[in-house]
């Protein structure tokens, strides 16, 4: 069990034989939603700014794929085989939310949303361990 603000709730195994409890972590949102991880693999991974992608380079003419103005340490554009709202935990950058989408030919890609044209430049494309968590 674990406590949360006061309340203690129970961590029971899932009755699948698909899940392996010992390889599966789950995460708590502040909403006290529970997620498990569905799906671990090796991701390309990119920064971007409202330099290249708002109109005039500012952050209020920003509008993500969704139709969601993006946030720094939220917002990401994703590969479109996973939906909007699918939450995304990277390796030595946390979770983000997809809300937004990259070019076809870039599909592939994950693209994390920052504030700063200068923290994309540094941080360029490099390849990441990801995970897709899902509700449960």
Not at 92 to 101: K, L, P, S, V, Y
Request: hydrophobic letters at 30%; glycine letters at 6%.
């Amino acid at each position: 069990s674990i406590r949360v603000q006061g309340q203690t709730y129970s961590i029971q195994p899932l009755p699948r034989e698909d899940a392996a409890p010992f390889h599966t972590k789950i995460t708590i949102d502040s909403n006290l939603q529970f997620y498990e991880v569905s799906e671990t693999f090796e991701a390309s991974v990119s920064w971007y700014s409202p330099v290249e992608t708002c109109a005039d380079g500012r952050r209020e003419n920003c509008v993500t794929a969704s139709g969601t103005s993006p946030v720094a340490a939220k917002t990401i554009a994703c590969p479109r085989r996973y939906g909007f709202g699918t939450r995304i935990l990277i390796e030595g950058i946390g979770e983000r939310i997809c809300t937004d989408r990259l070019h076809p030919l870039f599909d592939s890609r994950f693209d994390v949303f920052t504030e700063s044209y200068a923290e994309a430049k540094t941080f360029g494309k490099q390849k990441r361990e990801a995970k897709v968590l899902r509700p449960l």
